[in-house]
């Protein structure tokens, strides 16, 4: 591709050497520059781009892209200095990879909590309804029924574009992709073309990068700012910040709600641990779903589902055949009567709703015995407030380790045990080692019992000082039941 026609849109502030050239790849990565390749320095969170400009050139990379003063008197070299590197990678992958976004019916889900099983259901739904679909999520990628293994919530936007490209090839007409707040704050979701925006919630989580949960509520709502008039912005407004997040929007907005009138609203109608009896805008189903909070990620899937210009009839029909995204709310029966729930709950208010879900149902017959750690090098503050809200809702807790990654496990559950009195640490159990601490909860439970494994869900690993080493909460918990 010729170097002008990647520089289509981006903010130049100045050019250094030759522009008609032909390029022949685009990476933010120095190590996977290639000869007459372009690198973007990027001024990353942990690493500064810039650093490895002199790496770029040594593989062979003929066009520096930067934002910081550099030396640029290498020959033969082209030096573009830009306003904003991120903003820029971008919009140039999207230039690289043909403009997917523009081929596909493109719908970003962002919020704390329901991302991915949002996502997934639509992705589910559309699939079902007869379309092929993309899917960007934290458990894994898919295109068209293919597995892809993930490694970020949103990946960079040369992985992310060259993922649509690939969709756009196997003949997908719909993605849909969860869209973190460090996506969207760096900017990796820059020059794509969304369709629609989904938000779920806002609460407490990622303030080791945020700060405040001003900033944090800023990044959301960015992307709902961005969307053009032409998408949708559909939002949860029994979420206090639903409404925050269409201000701005020049998108078409829409509600969904189970308390107030809203576009899409929901009532539950019974609840058991095999699923609820729910009515969406009149019409009543069984979903195989449990908990109020899946409730709304259901009305989000229905409601966009609508927006996308699909028949109630078959949405509804084929919401009543999803099932729980892998490791939310994931149910294993023992044969000696006693429940285990494994969930991927990580954030306090995650926490409170898969307990209180796991208090509906039990109304009472039964005690919950709950087995929760925090993930090392995240944020902080959100350890105390675990340990308070499954000391509160629990009648017994075991504090454990989660994936303590460059931090000590045991220093990681004194933070959680700070947060409790003399009277809440009566109900609670330290247990370093995850599997003990899973083998302990179930030696507790007797019949009728519930055991909430959470934190981890989905993950088959367990991230030790930059190692990780396969660890299941699932396969735990199967071998303990002798399945």
Known sequence: MKLQD???NIDVIEIKGEQDINVTGVFTDSRKATPGSVFIALKGVQVDGHLYIKNALELGAKVILHENKIDTSNEGITYIKVKDSADAAGKIATHWYGDPSNNLKLVGVTGTNGKTTTATLLYEMFRKLGYKVGLLSTVANYIDGKVYHATHTTPDPISLNEMLKNMVDAGCEYAFMEVSSHAIHQKRISGLKFEGGIFTNLTQDHLDYHKTMGEYLKAKKAFFDQLPDTAFALTNIDDKNGLVMLQNTKAKTSTYSVHSLADFKARIIEKHFDGTAIEINGKELQVQFVGVFNVYNLLAVYGATMLLGQSSEEALLVLSTLKPVSGRFETIRSSQGFTAIVDYAHTPDALTNVLEAIHEVLEGNGRVITVVGCGGNRDKT?????AREAVRLSDQ???????????????IINDMADGLNSEQLKKALLIVEREQAIKTACALAKAGDVILIAGKGHEDYQDVKGVKHHFDDKEIVKNIFGE
């Open 6 to 8: 990647l520089l289509k």
């Open 397 to 411: 807790v075991i504090l454990t380790s989660d994936n303590p990654r460059y931090e000590e496990p045991q220093a």
């Open 382 to 386: 959100k350890r105390p407030i675990m």
